[in-house]
């Protein structure tokens, strides 16, 4: 390989890199903020904009790299960059289907699926360090959630006994305020801990085509560009991703937002403290659950959380059969044009992905509409959704069944009218 | 299994996990319900005649209450900005 095309291939690996940086952020915004946009204690803008910015701050934050991408997992002889290349698009190809779907799943085990899965084309199953792999990925993965879901159903009963009697108007202001804080920690430790993963592969690109000495630290504009294309991307928001953990998974009000959100920052900073790393994703989707779980009278869609834990369980084998195809691409051809021709694959695959996402768009203006499990349809937002626990409120009525013969039926059935006229009609029958 | 999991690791974060990740949003309930007080209904007949304050009293806060609130806020807002340095700090892995 000429020099050109040596070039040309660490353009592009840096590029996809910076892709999946933007994927990671855009994926994971709804960690952070799904329940301070579902209890309107942000509005949905100001939401992700605080996100962007605390994750930004986040990657410059710390700059303790982590060099190596899948250490302990994969053997170390078999990264090349064709490898770090496929498993890259592999992730990024994960983390769109998966938002597409409105489904959280964990941004880091999509990468490191997609290394796995190239490692295997590449080197065989002996690549692959399979013990790591269950105790450093699978097992965690199990954990986490359970974890979460103990934590903060604990902290949500706990509040809720404690706020009893307390006037809704005071703890509504008071524990938005805390909402907005504890989900300003998730975000800043998701800008530290994942910013420098898409850091940690510039690095390892460059130094593997020689353009920067082996033990350099790491260039400023690698700091800056992956800070701001995380930033960008959760700037952007995954709309269908936020909405489904704000709005799908449980209803929450602001005192389960703040004990879910206390919970997540709290597991996954002591997580790292301990050494026994959980996926943010895992953590925060965990929380909310077990928000609900601690609150009395909530309901949990669990019919959501289960298609949810079906997403976790194929991100591996998905990203990593995507990977695989990647480096397995490239290999037959070979060269450069295999990266190319893998290079505009993705970028085809990801405009298909937009454009069936405008199909059924999800952005600021709906993404706290009413939940509609059965139908997946959408609902006017006729009634302001007051985001608390509590009796399933009556959504607002599908146009077709107002016609005239349904509505008496309707306002004699006396549920959800909230003027005094289902009674007076009651009366007159 | 053994060797699979730090079952040591993975002990440490369970118990710190629900100490802090369930006592941080009680603390804040306990300081909120401190300052904010209950509604009480009084005992019938207290109402003096006239009365307009409806049915449901609002007591204020006592300097007790208050300084207890200040506490638990204090911690909480203690507890985040030890997040703040842990992460600053680079303790992340």
């Known amino acids: 390989m000429g020099p050109v095309t040596e070039m040309l291939l660490l353009v592009l690996v840096v590029v996809t890199a910076l892709a999946f940086d933007f994927t990671n952020g855009f994926h994971d915004t709804g960690n952070a903020m799904a329940t301070s946009i579902a209890t309107r204690a942000l509005r949905p803008k100001a939401a992700v904009l605080l996100s962007a910015v605390l994750n930004m701050a986040g990657a410059f934050l710390s700059l303790a790299v982590a060099a190596t991408i899948a250490k302990g997992l994969v053997d170390a002889g078999a990264i090349s960059l064709e490898v770090v290349f496929a498993g890259l698009v592999g992730g990024i190809v994960w983390n769109l289907i998966t938002w597409l779907y409105g489904l959280p799943s964990s941004s880091s085990h999509a990468l490191v699926g997609g290394v796995i899965g190239s490692v295997l084309a590449a080197a065989g199953t002996a690549g692959v360090i399979w013990s790591g792999v269950l105790s450093k990925v699978l097992l965690p993965a199990l954990l986490a959630p359970v974890i979460a879901i103990g934590v903060a159903a604990l902290g949500t009963w706990l509040v809720a006994r404690l706020t009893r009697g307390v006037s809704q108007d005071v703890t509504t202001r008071g524990f938005r305020w805390g909402q907005v804080g504890s989900a300003s920690l998730v975000s800043l430790a998701h800008g530290t801990n994942d910013a420098q993963k898409s850091m940690g592969i510039i690095l390892l690109a460059l130094i593997t085509a020689g353009a920067v000495p082996a033990d350099s630290g790491v260039p400023f504009w690698v700091i800056f560009s992956c800070a701001f294309f995380m930033a960008l991307g959760t700037y952007l928001g995954g709309w269908r991703i936020i909405r489904t953990l704000g709005k799908g998974l449980v209803e929450i009000d602001s005192r389960q937002g703040m004990a879910a959100e206390t919970s997540s920052a709290a597991v996954i900073l002591l997580s790292s403290h301990f050494g026994f790393s959980l996926s943010t994703t895992h953590v925060a989707t965990g929380s909310i659950l077990g928000s609900g779980v601690g609150m009395p009278g909530a309901k949990v869609r669990w019919g959501v959380a289960g298609r949810m834990l079906a997403a976790w369980g194929l991100t591996l084998p998905a990203a990593g059969i995507v990977g695989a195809v990647c480096f397995w691409i490239q290999h037959v051809i070979g060269g450069f044009l295999g990266t190319f021709l893998v290079f505009a694959l993705l970028v085809g695959t990801s405009f298909a992905i937009w454009l069936a996402s405008r199909r059924q768009p999800v952005d600021h203006s709906n993404v706290n509409e009413e939940w509609d499990e059965e139908k997946g349809s959408r609902l006017r937002a006729s009634v302001a959704t007051t985001g608390e626990a509590g009796e399933p409120q009556v959504g607002p009525v599908v146009e077709e069944r107002l016609a005239p013969s349904m509505s008496p039926a309707i306002s004699a059935s006396g549920t959800g009218v909230p003027d005094g006229t289902a009674s007076e009609k009651g009366e007159q029958r | ?93």
Do not use: K
């Open chain 2, 1 to 93: 299994m053994n060797g699979l999991i730090e079952w040591n690791a993975l002990g440490q974060v369970v118990v710190a996990g629900v100490i802090v990740g369930a006592g941080i949003p009680a603390l804040f309930a306990l300081g909120l319900r401190l300052v904010a007080g209950t509604s009480q209904v009084p005992a019938p007949g207290a109402q003096a005649p006239g009365d307009t304050r409806g049915p449901v009293v609002i007591s204020r806060p006592s300097p007790a209450r208050l300084v207890g609130a200040l506490l638990c806020f204090g911690t909480v807002v203690g507890a985040v900005a030890a997040g703040l340095v842990f992460l600053a700090a680079g303790g992340h892995s």
